[in-house]
């Protein structure tokens, strides 16, 4: 099983948890913590540095503790969580969608919850025989795990993190990655790994044979996931943007009783611009 390990007290987004900030740091990175908590990244955009914080709403005196940085001059790219009052911000663009399972209600009600069509697939996967093993991911850039998703993200054309990041992280809080394996006959069929911070917890990166398709597999990962990660105290679990490009994938995530909810957007603040 995975580890028993408490989780904090409140909930935040992956990109604001303290083992993102270690990993990162790991990887050579320099992230900023201001005295509130908040996480900002720095990086540079067409030779200029810039500032982004990642999946959070700016607290009230946001540029009282830029200011105390000596960081209030220059840009700030904020993409909240969730839709939030920037008065002072530049738009660049719009929410975006993200599928959000609700993991306080009990097995019962998460079943009920499930698409008909779902469930019928759940049912299929539980009465195959396959061999469920959970456990922390090796915190290696050459887990065979990483590899996989990196062959993967290059043959479909999309971004995540990159492996020795992954890495970082299983390597800074392992007790927070939670890959789960699905095998049939002593060969993986399908896995999922998942990332806790605070109450909620993420879905970062899977992997399906077609094996593992024929037999639902990866519903059967998911629905064993959302059961312990709500045994361990998460409230919710985010399963990532809802891609108009991928609407197999969209209907799978919605279809497991997850809801839509929108992002914040994505917004500047800076003081030439103020």
């Known amino acids: ?4 390990a408490a989780l904090p ?3 935040h987004a992956l990109m604001q948890d303290p083992a993102f900030a270690r990993a990162l740091r790991f990887c050579g990175q320099r992230p900023i913590v201001l005295p509130s908590g908040l ?3 720095q990086q540079r955009l067409a030779g200029v540095p810039v500032l982004m914080l990642p999946r959070a709403a700016p607290p009230p005196d946001l540029r009282a503790q830029l200011r105390d940085a000596g960081l209030h001059r220059r840009p700030l790219i904020l993409s909240p969580e ?3 009052a920037l008065p002072t911000a530049l738009h660049l663009s719009g929410p975006r969608l993200r599928a959000v399972m609700d993991l306080s209600q009990g097995p019962t009600a998460r079943r009920a919850a499930l698409h008909p069509k ?3 697939q759940l049912r299929k996967a539980e009465l195959h025989e396959f061999t469920l093993c959970y456990g922390p991911l090796r915190a290696h850039p050459t887990e065979e795990v990483l590899m ?9 054309g999309y971004a995540n993190w990159p492996a020795q990041l992954t890495a970082a992280f299983a390597a800074m809080a392992p007790n927070q990655t939670h890959l789960l394996r699905a095998s049939y006959k002593n060969r993986t069929v399908a896995h999922m790994l998942f990332m806790t911070h605070g109450t909620a ?3 970062h990166i899977g992997h399906i044979t077609e094996e593992g398709k024929k037999h639902a597999a990866h519903n059967l990962l998911l629905w064993k996931a959302a059961e312990y990660l709500a045994h361990l105290g998460c409230l919710n679990l985010d399963l990532g943007l809802l891609d108009p490009a991928t609407r197999g994938l969209n209907r799978f995530k919605l279809r497991s009783g997850a809801t839509a909810r929108k992002t914040g957007g994505t917004h500047l603040i800076w003081r030439p611009l103020a």
């Open 1 to 4: 099983m995975f580890d028993e």
């Open 9 to 11: 007290p409140h909930s």
């Open 39 to 41: 996480m900002l990244l």
């Open 82 to 84: 969730e839709p939030c």
């Open 118 to 120: 779902w469930r019928n």
């Open 148 to 156: 996989q998703e990196c062959r993967q993200s290059k043959a479909r």
């Open 201 to 203: 917890a993420t879905y």
